[in-house]
T-cell receptor, first 114, second 117 residues
Framework: DSGVTQTPKHLITATGQRVTLRCSPRSGDLSVYWYQQSLDQGLQFLIQYYNGEERAKGNILERFSAQQFPDLHSELNLSSLELGDSALYFC?????????????FGPGTRLTVL | AQKVTQAQTEISVVEKEDVTLDCVYE???????LFWYKQPPSGELVFLIRRNSFDEQNEISGRYSWNFQKSTSSFNFTITASQVVDSAVYFCALSESASSGTYKYIFGTGTRLKVLA
């Protein structure tokens, strides 16, 4: 158990809908990262927040947004969902905000868009 | 462009055999970090090792060892005397600073290792 929690574990929704994925980092970690893992795209880095501020941005679609709250938990919002958004979404956390920090991953949220 | 290549999609070995997972990367940065992560069947990624671009020392941790060679842009991972519990997907990853001052994290496509009893 990494100490990173993600809810929900599974989510099934329809195209065009909007969902919110939640992540709580390990105690003491200030950075939160979001990743998408799909069969065709592999593991893709989406975005990183450090102490409430956006720190790094990867291949995140405009339909997706994220934020980190004062209590350091983070939410990833996915809107206008398409079939291709079906994937496993991982959250990770690290102590610092630099790119050399080891990341601790949560169990993931499996999103199915029908 | 930054890239991480894990050419071996899937490897099967018999228990107690040694196995090497290859990772080749491309970057223009002089300062970067390389990582290996393990994703067991349970799905959760587990950090294994980090190496910075200035440290070419090989590392050994129990049955695991890593060979970093800047000359060939490779960061290979060897498991000695493999065990069934080593069965997982292994990802190599690169992290570097982007020109905008932010960071990029690039993962390889992963190598699925099957260790047969």
């Amino acid at each position: 158990d990494s100490g990173v929690t993600q809810t929900p574990k599974h989510l099934i929704t329809a195209t065009g809908q909007r969902v919110t994925l939640r992540c709580s980092p390990r105690s003491g970690d200030l950075s939160v990262y979001w990743y998408q893992q799909s069969l065709d795209q592999g593991l893709q880095f989406l975005i990183q927040y450090y102490n409430g501020e956006e720190r790094a941005k990867g291949n995140i679609l405009e339909r997706f947004s994220a934020q980190q709250f004062p209590d350091l938990h983070s939410e990833l919002n996915l809107s206008s969902l398409e079939l291709g958004d079906s994937a496993l979404y991982f959250c990770a956390s690290s102590v610092g905000g630099r790119n050399h920090n080891e990341q601790f991953f949560g169990p993931g949220t499996r999103l199915t868009v029908l | 462009a930054q890239k991480v290549t894990q050419a071996q999609t899937e490897i099967s070995v018999v228990e107690k055999e040694d196995v090497t997972l290859d990772c080749v990367y491309e970057t223009r940065d002089t300062t970067y970090y390389l990582f290996w992560y393990k994703q067991p069947p349970s799905g959760e990624l587990v950090f294994l090792i980090r190496r910075n671009s200035f440290d070419e020392q090989n590392e050994i941790s129990g049955r695991y060892s890593w060979n970093f060679q800047k000359s060939t842009s490779s960061f290979n991972f060897t498991i000695t005397a493999s065990q069934v519990v080593d069965s997982a997907v292994y990802f190599c990853a690169l992290s570097e600073s982007a020109s905008s001052g932010t960071y990029k994290y690039i993962f390889g496509t992963g190598t699925r290792l099957k260790v047969l009893a």
